[in-house]
């Protein structure tokens, strides 16, 4: 039983002996990079070209999302995606009706303000002008032939119309031979009359001075007003008449009404003639003033003004118009679709994508340890990870001069062009750049497995006369990633010590 036991604890001891041992001899092998495998590769004469390597997608040239600019009821959805369409190509249209309606009214108003402005331009000819010339003479004599005749149809009417109501009705102290309700009424009468013999002197005063002048014409037209509001308190006076208030017969009653109505008739006639004269000669006078007005600088430029109006209103209608249309802004392949015909489609809303044809791009970023390597004209070569050996060519066409930092590492964004065109390229696959980078021919390379830095510097392991590898400090130029250019400290056929090979 302790035998077996015994036997047991050797055992494990053993087992625990051979795990150290593995252990201990690894961690050896791994801080030990001199004790390593080596591999003597001797250093040959070659070409390097530098080589730096991201990854990045594929996008358009030009990329754009179209919408509406006014909403609307979709009438006309005329790609599809994936067709070829060229710049100012229709693409859909909304609803646009009743904007046409109202085009086609503004372009009339606009054609009516572009004729006016011709008129004007021509102006009215002399004949034109002698045609309401002569038309004002013809009304100022017709107004003066009215002036003097209400005139005396107003005369007559106070004189002798109205002789029978008065005592002395020329005098400057005339009385009222009818009985009023007041004796203040009678009075106000008598004043009244007196002031018609005043109005009616004034008038033929100036009258006979000039019958159209303006002031001849307010004084009449004031005296008519005057001389038949006269008329129209005496009607009053006599229709109160009766023969018990009076004193006076039925037949001398019926005499003065029909006096006063007599007279009332004959001043409303004066009244009519002059108001129909004088409306007359005006008229005559405006049409006169616009014919000779109509080709003057004034005129023209409120006639221009006009036109400009119904201009802008033609071009904001037009504008309105445009914004129910969705046009290709440039030559490209449309990337989506989203309206539907007979639906509602609101503006300001993506409504279709344009991508450029064949113009593809890609972006990458490159570390700033290695973006002093390549340079704008650079060519590169790029594969797409996912599409079965799809490939391309590129040219590197411009490098940002100042870094993005990332995760706290500087970057700079290179974008390469994709030259040619190929249909299966499409925008968003993934793809791997390789750019090439400064070239140098006939020099002396090692593998880059066989460089060791250090200190600030470049070193490698060369074999020596005795077949021991030693350590020696070299000068390194470019890399293509697995040979490096040596510039010196290394001749060709030299053996160095590649790591891992």
């Known amino acids: 039983m302790f035998s077996k036991i015994l036997e047991h604890k050797i055992t494990l001891s053993i087992a625990v002996a051979a795990c150290v041992l593995v252990v201990l001899g690894a961690a050896y092998l791994l801080l030990s990079p001199q004790k390593r495998a080596l591999s003597g590769i001797a250093a040959q004469i070659m070409t390097i070209q530098e080589r730096v390597s991201a990854d990045g997608k594929v996008d358009s040239d030009q990329h754009v999302s179209l919408s509406f600019q006014k909403g609307g009821r979709v009438t006309a959805v005329d790609v599809k995606v994936g067709d070829s369409v060229y710049a100012g190509e229709t693409l859909a249209t909304v609803d646009s009706g009743t904007?046409?309606?109202?085009?086609?009214?503004?372009?009339?108003?606009?054609?009516?303000?572009?004729?006016?402005?011709?008129?004007?331009?021509?102006?009215?000819?002399?004949?034109?002008?002698?045609?309401?010339?002569?038309?004002?003479?013809?009304?100022?004599?017709?107004?003066?032939?009215?002036?003097?005749d209400s005139y005396l149809k107003i005369e007559d009417a106070l004189l002798?119309?109205?002789?029978?109501?008065?005592?002395?009705?020329?005098?400057?102290?005339?009385?009222?031979?009818?009985?009023?309700?007041?004796?203040?009424?009678?009075?106000?009468?008598?004043?009244?009359?007196?002031?018609?013999?005043?109005?009616?002197?004034?008038?033929?005063?100036?009258?006979?001075?000039?019958?159209?002048?303006?002031?001849?014409?307010?004084?009449a037209a004031d005296d008519i007003a005057a001389v038949k509001s006269f008329v129209g308190t005496l009607s009053d006076a006599v229709d109160r008449l009766n023969i018990g208030n009076s004193g006076m017969s039925q037949t001398a009653i019926n005499a003065d009404v029909a006096a006063v109505n007599s007279a009332a008739t004959e001043v409303n006639a004066a009244e009519s003639e002059f108001d129909s004269a004088l409306q007359a000669y005006k008229t005559a006078t405006d049409q006169l003033n616009v014919v000779q007005a109509s080709s003057t600088p004034e005129a023209l430029e409120i006639a221009q003004a006009g036109l400009a109006k119904a201009?802008?209103?033609?071009?904001?209608?037009?504008?309105?118009?445009?914004?129910?249309?969705?046009?290709?802004?440039?030559?490209?392949?449309?990337?989506?679709?989203?309206?539907?015909?007979?639906?509602n489609f609101d503006s300001n809303v993506p409504a279709i994508d344009i991508v450029s044809a064949g113009a593809y791009k890609i972006d990458i970023m490159v570390p700033e340890n290695e973006v002093s390597s390549i340079n704008v004209g650079n060519e590169a070569n790029v594969s797409f990870d996912a599409s079965g050996g799809l490939t391309a060519t590129g040219t590197v066409s411009s490098i940002d001069l100042s870094e993005t930092m990332t995760n706290g590492v500087g970057a700079y964004k290179a974008t390469i062009y994709l030259n040619g065109s190929n249909p299966n390229i499409r925008t968003g696959m993934s793809a791997t750049v390789t750019i090439k980078g400064a070239s140098v021919q006939n020099v002396v390379a090692i593998p880059t497995s066989a460089l060791i830095k250090k200190d600030g510097g470049a070193y490698a392991l060369i074999k020596d006369g005795s077949g021991s590898f030693v350590e020696r400090k070299i000068e390194i130029g470019i890399s293509n990633g697995d040979w490096t250019e040596v510039i010196s400290g290394i001749n060709e056929g030299e053996i160095v010590a590649a790591f891992g090979q």
């Not at 503004?106 to 004949?127: E, P, R, V, Y």
């Not at 009359?193 to 307010?218: F, G, I, K, P």
């Not at 445009?322 to 990337?335: E, H, M, N, S, W």
């Open 99 to 148: 904007l046409y309606a109202s085009l086609q009214g503004a372009k009339a108003d606009a054609l009516s303000a572009q004729a006016n402005i011709d008129a004007l331009q021509k102006g009215a000819t002399s004949q034109t002008v002698a045609v309401y010339n002569q038309g004002v003479s013809t009304a100022s004599l017709a107004l003066a032939t009215a002036v003097r």
């Open 311 to 343: 201009q802008a209103n033609v071009a904001s209608i037009q504008s309105q118009i445009a914004d129910t249309v969705l046009t290709a802004p440039f030559d490209g392949i449309v990337a989506s679709v989203n309206p539907k015909i007979g639906n």
């Open 160 to 219: 002798n119309k109205l002789n029978l109501l008065f005592n002395n009705n020329t005098s400057a102290n005339p009385t009222l031979t009818i009985m009023t309700d007041s004796f203040q009424i009678g009075l106000n009468i008598d004043n009244a009359r007196v002031d018609m013999t005043t109005r009616m002197s004034a008038w033929n005063s100036l009258m006979n001075v000039s019958a159209t002048s303006d002031q001849t014409l307010r004084e």
